[in-house]
């Protein structure tokens, strides 16, 4: 009877055993950012920052992996195929929302193939002019697209990122046609701004920051809903004329689909820390980020709007990268 009493225990406690989730322990080992961009740019450093906050809160390793090209299909793509453990996650941004839009063959899918860690933070535009231009208001700028199609140019940093895409809204809310100059990369679109050889650039604020405190180049608006806590004096385009004009560019953690609730609560909580720390703070007055705090959730609908309003203006604008 001893013996059966004994051998029950046993049974019982290695039941229990065997019924603990599998990722109480998470993380044992570090964990990876995959950022689909080039290093050295305004997404790499946001990524490194939290990642040194995630390290703290988690007391284990979190690294950034760069994984840049094909408008970061590439570096979504290797974290959509990753195993579902937690261990390898993907800073995701503006293009997650605009690729399924702008390609009609992603090698994953971008609502199925993601589980929603955090929304990290989202940031407008800048309306941005040469500091000798003659336009100072955004009715300004319609006024003289209107009465010259096509004359004005605004340049971007590639077809199909915010820069380009914050245009053709502000063409298709207008009523207005403007010519579209791609760039690779910000540097050259904003070289060519600064010496002339183009009309404007709807640019992030931290590529343009500096120029605009110095008197080079001109804010004219913000493209967000709200004004700019960096921008506090520049109006938005909403209150500027076209009421129903919103865009902005955002940061958001995703794990590949089926990751345990258990180890994606740990990944939000570490997040938040990351985000209400000093230095995360230090970098959103740079990068004139608004933080987010709240569930995981909020990434999954701030994604599906964001796939709602662009898929209409790329439909429109009749843009396609394939």
């Given at each position: 009877?001893?013996?059966?009493?004994?051998?029950?225990?046993?049974?019982?406690?290695?039941?229990?055993?065997?019924?603990?989730p599998?990722?109480?322990?998470?993380?044992?080992?570090p964990?990876?950012?995959?950022?689909p961009?080039?290093?050295?740019?305004?997404?790499?450093?946001?990524?490194?920052?939290?990642a040194?906050?995630?390290?703290?809160?988690?007391?284990?390793?979190?690294?950034?992996?760069?994984?840049?090209?094909?408008?970061?299909?590439?570096?979504?793509?290797?974290?959509a195929?990753?195993?579902?453990?937690?261990?390898?996650?993907?800073?995701?941004?503006?293009?997650?929302?605009?690729?399924?839009a702008?390609?009609?063959?992603?090698?994953?899918?971008?609502?199925?193939?993601?589980?929603?860690?955090?929304?990290?933070?989202?940031?407008?535009?800048?309306?941005?002019?040469?500091?000798?231009?003659?336009?100072?208001?955004?009715?300004?700028?319609?006024?003289?697209?209107?009465?010259?199609?096509?004359?004005?140019?605004?340049?971007?940093?590639?077809?199909?990122?915010?820069?380009?895409?914050?245009?053709?809204?502000?063409?298709?809310?207008?009523?207005v046609?403007?010519?579209?100059?791609?760039?690779?990369?910000?540097?050259?679109?904003?070289?060519?701004?600064?010496?002339?050889?183009i009309?404007?650039?709807?640019?992030?604020?931290?590529?343009?920051?500096?120029?605009?405190?110095?008197?080079?180049?001109?804010?004219?608006?913000?493209?967000?809903?709200?004004?700019?806590?960096?921008?506090?004096?520049?109006?938005?385009?909403?209150?500027?004329?076209?009421?129903?004009?919103?865009?902005?560019s955002?940061?958001?953690?995703?794990?590949?689909?089926?990751?345990?609730?258990?180890?994606?609560?740990?990944?939000?909580?570490?997040?938040?820390?990351?985000?209400?720390a000093?230095?995360?703070?230090?970098?959103?007055?740079?990068?004139?980020?608004?933080?987010?705090?709240?569930?995981?959730?909020?990434?999954?609908?701030?994604?599906?709007?964001?796939?709602?309003?662009?898929?209409?203006?790329?439909?429109?604008?009749?843009?396609?990268?394939?």
């Amino acid at each position: 009877m001893k013996f059966k009493t004994l051998f029950l225990a046993a049974a019982l406690c290695a039941a229990a055993v065997s019924a603990a989730p599998a990722s109480a322990a998470f993380p044992d080992r570090p964990i990876d950012i995959v950022v689909p961009f080039s290093p050295g740019g305004g997404t790499d450093q946001i990524s490194r920052t939290i990642a040194d906050g995630m390290s703290k809160a988690l007391k284990q390793s979190v690294l950034v992996l760069n994984k840049p090209g094909a408008g970061t299909v590439i570096g979504t793509g290797y974290v959509a195929k990753s195993k579902p453990d937690g261990y390898t996650l993907v800073m995701a941004t503006f293009a997650h929302a605009v690729n399924p839009a702008l390609y009609k063959h992603l090698p994953f899918d971008p609502d199925k193939d993601f589980t929603p860690v955090a929304l990290i933070g989202t940031s407008p535009n800048v309306l941005v002019v040469n500091s000798h231009s003659p336009f100072k208001t955004v009715k300004d700028i319609i006024a003289y697209a209107k009465a010259n199609p096509d004359k004005l140019t605004f340049g971007s940093y590639g077809t199909g990122t915010s820069a380009h895409l914050c245009g053709a809204l502000f063409e298709d809310l207008a009523k207005v046609k403007m010519t579209h100059v791609p760039y690779k990369g910000s540097s050259p679109a904003i070289t060519d701004l600064l010496g002339g050889q183009i009309n404007m650039v709807f640019s992030t604020a931290a590529s343009v920051a500096q120029y605009v405190k110095s008197g080079q180049l001109r804010a004219i608006a913000v493209t967000s809903k709200q004004r700019s806590f960096a921008f506090p004096d520049v109006p938005t385009i909403a209150e500027s004329g076209l009421p129903d004009y919103e865009a902005e560019s955002w940061y958001g953690l995703l794990a590949p689909a089926g990751t345990p609730a258990d180890v994606i609560a740990k990944l939000h909580d570490a997040t938040e820390l990351a985000i209400r720390a000093k230095p995360f703070q230090q970098r959103i007055a740079i990068e004139g980020l608004n933080p987010h705090t709240g569930k995981p959730q909020d990434l999954q609908d701030y994604i599906q709007k964001e796939e709602k309003l662009w898929r209409q203006v790329v439909s429109d604008a009749h843009i396609t990268l394939d």
